[in-house]
């Protein structure tokens, strides 16, 4: 549990770069048998396009690098 933790963090600050950019973050708040939940923060937090943004970016790229991750939603 502890690794895939560390992992997921590594992984998110890989896409924290891409949010940044628009003035957006991203917090890891727990991860439960794969799934992992996270706080979209910044203009993220309100942007009409934040489903979007964690299925097809966040979740996209967590799978992608983290083994063991089923699924990405919001806390």
Request: aromatic share 2%; hydrophobic share 40%; charged share 30%.
């Amino acid at each position: 549990m502890e690794s895939m933790k560390a992992e997921v963090e590594s992984a998110l600050e890989k896409i924290r770069e891409g949010l940044r950019v628009d003035g957006g973050d991203v917090q890891l708040v727990d991860i439960v048998d794969g799934i992992v939940k996270v706080r979209l923060q910044g203009h993220c937090a309100g942007c009409p396009f934040s489903q979007m943004t964690l299925k097809n970016f966040i979740e996209k790229e967590l799978k992608k690098n983290v083994q063991g991750v089923k699924g990405v939603v919001s806390a």
